[in-house]
């Protein structure tokens, strides 16, 4: 995807955590949300999933804990490259956010070449009289093979401090995939 933020282009050089996920039934990226930046970048490639078709999830730890209760609103939009329009693929309240940017194996010969990219900006993570809210983009590959393109926006409609971010699957495990965080220095 060509409109991708580059981490250089916007003075970002060292990532604070990188993640290499490895059959993880779970990708979390904790103890590096903090005041010290006011947005934070998440930036991740080659993601693919043992299942074939996952669509690739995620829940935010406030405070202490990762918040699994109903206090997830999103609103997620795609556009398919064998189609000339753009679908609102989902706009859902729930125990957690779909991104809808699904990790689909096109096919046996294709699978090793079939995988998820996106990019996530998170705001004010410490900020405690907020709710914490999340924007997304990225690109797979699905079933026809066809190429989407995704962009959501989604909230957790609690105030507490943001500390961790888990990435999952809806089936099986994230059998690969590198996922880089980095901060945006305050003005």
């Known amino acids: 995807m060509s409109n991708l ?41 080659g993601i693919t999933t043992d299942n074939g078709s996952a669509d690739l999830r995620f829940r935010l730890k406030i405070a202490a804990a990762y918040d699994t209760g109903a206090n997830y609103v999103e609103q997620v939009f795609g556009g398919e490259s064998d189609v000339a329009t753009l679908t609102n693929v989902r706009a859902a309240a729930g125990t957690y956010v779909d991104m809808n940017c699904g990790i689909q194996t096109p096919s046996a010969a ?50 507490g401090a943001l500390t961790g971010f888990r990435f999952y699957p809806s089936a099986d495990n994230i059998v690969a995939g590198t996922f880089r965080l980095y901060g945006f220095k305050k003005t």
Do not use: C, H, M
């Not at 405690?128 to 093979?145: A, S």
């Open 110 to 159: 294709a699978a090793a070449s079939a995988s998820a990219q996106f990019e996530i900006r998170i705001s004010n993570p410490s900020d405690t009289t907020k709710k914490k809210k999340v924007t997304w983009r990225g690109t797979f590959f699905d079933k026809t093979p066809a190429l989407w393109q995704v962009w959501g926006t989604a909230a957790n409609t609690g105030t």
């Open 5 to 45: 933020i580059s981490p250089a282009a916007v003075g970002l050089t060292k990532p604070l955590s990188v993640i290499v996920a490895s059959g993880s039934a779970t990708v979390d990226i904790e103890t590096t949300f903090d005041s010290t930046y006011d947005e934070y970048l998440i930036l991740a490639s």
